[in-house]
T-cell receptor
Framework: DVKVTQSSRYLVKRTGEKVFLECVQDMDHENMFWYRQDPGLGLRLIYFSYDVKMKEKGDIPEGYSVSREKKERFSLILESASTNQTSMYLC???????????????FGDGTRLSIL | AQSVSQHNHHVILSEAASLELGCNYSYGGTVNLFWYVQYPGQHLQLLLK????DPLVKGIKGFEAEFIKSKFSFNLRKPSVQWSDTAEYFC???????????WGAGTKLIIKP
């Protein structure tokens, strides 16, 4: 069974801090994703990565950056945290697109981040 | 731009009632369709998916969904719900992108015992 592990379930930080959210997957998946989940808005893609050192912006990349130095690890960085970044952050991984279409994404438990 | 619409944000049912959650998408080409479920305190997990073939797809825990191409819909159904089905349900669509899923806003389902 795929295991996607996010480093923290709950995190409280202050405005202006640099925040690191870590995600590790154990299934050798090429694709990894960072989403934020807000009530009534569903999941919105922040960044994704399809290979080591490769990254692509999603729908809402402003104020965030990512790092993927190893295949199993994908980090989300809030460069200077702001209160509007208070949210639930979800990491996911998947195999690459197959001949019949996209592979399902496997999710971590999420990190509930509060910025004070 | 692609979008996914889930018609109901909150649904409350009694046990044994039948369930149908609506999902409509906007994309004219070939699509891959997914339903995910998030039980309280747990991570999102795949309920079922449609790539091609039989438009009636069966998933885990007695759920099924029907892809109706002419209506751009992928509604989720279960004939008789249980209290343990209380969760948030998300519809997601991929069309034309190698990586990105477009997600609906989610439907919170509450089953009264």
């Amino acid at each position: 069974d795929v295991k996607v592990t996010q480093s923290s379930r709950y995190l409280v930080k202050r405005t202006g801090e640099k925040v690191f959210l870590e995600c590790v997957q154990d299934m050798d998946h090429e694709n990894m994703f960072w989403y934020r989940q807000d009530p009534g808005l569903g999941l919105r893609l922040i960044y994704f990565s399809y290979d080591v050192k490769m990254k692509e912006k999603g729908d809402i990349p402003e104020g965030y950056s990512v790092s993927r130095e190893k295949k199993e690890r994908f980090s989300l960085i809030l460069e200077s945290a702001s209160t509007n970044q208070t949210s639930m952050y979800l990491c996911a991984s998947s195999l690459p697109q197959g001949p019949v279409g996209n592979q399902p994404q496997h999710f971590g438990d999420g990190t509930r981040l509060s910025i004070l | 731009a692609q979008s996914v619409s889930q018609h109901n944000h909150h649904v409350i049912l009694s046990e044994a009632a039948s369930l149908e959650l609506g999902c409509n998408y906007s994309y004219g080409g070939t699509v891959n369709l997914f339903w995910y479920v998030q039980y309280p305190g747990q991570h999102l997990q795949l309920l079922l998916k449609y790539f091609s073939g039989d438009p009636l797809v069966k998933g885990i825990k007695g759920f099924e969904a029907e892809f109706i191409k002419s209506k751009f819909s992928f509604n989720l159904r279960k004939p008789s719900v249980q209290w343990s089905d209380t969760a948030e349900y998300f519809c997601a669509v991929n069309g034309g992108s190698n990586y990105q899923l477009i997600w609906g806003a989610g439907t919170k389902l509450i089953i009264k015992p």
